[in-house]
Nanobody, 126 residues
Framework: QVQLVESGGGLVQPGGSLTLYCAAS????????IGWFRQAPGKEREGVSC????????YYADSVNGRFTISRDNAKTTVYLQMNSLKPEDTAVYYC???????????????????WGQGTQVTVPS
């Protein structure tokens, strides 16, 4: 059974850091694209960072480039999102997701298929 479980969210002051964790099971993590998305109240879900399935390149949204880093462990069962210099506009529910389609490489665009975690809340007060 494919499962993605996020953790690590919380309340952090502006300028602070958090690390999000995505525990993956039921599939081979490095066979598919996988990434982090977020959705703030009243806004559409957006791609934050992801690994492409084609060449394992890491991609970042312009709004987080230079502040966030995506990585995964050697056993390739956990995907991390290190978030530094957090801003109030980073406040959102963060989701980990994989399309479960080997040829799907547009990992920064939310997809209506595959597997999604339940999300973890990140709050940065203004």
């Amino acid at each position: 059974q494919v499962q993605l479980v996020e953790s690590g969210g919380g309340l952090v002051q502006p300028g602070g850091s958090l690390t999000l964790y995505c525990a993956a099971s039921g599939f081979t993590l490095d066979y598919y694209a996988i990434g982090w998305f977020r959705q703030a109240p009243g806004k559409e879900r957006e791609g934050v960072s992801c690994f492409s399935s084609s060449d394992e390149t890491a991609y970042y949204a312009d709004s987080v480039n230079g502040r966030f880093t995506i990585s995964r462990d050697n056993a390739k069962t956990t995907v991390y999102l290190q978030m530094n210099s957090l801003k109030p506009e980073d406040t959102a529910v963060y989701y980990c997701a994989t399309p479960l389609v080997a040829t799907y490489s547009d990992c920064m665009r939310p997809f209506p298929f595959g597997s999604w975690g339940q999300g973890t809340q990140v709050t940065v007060p203004s």
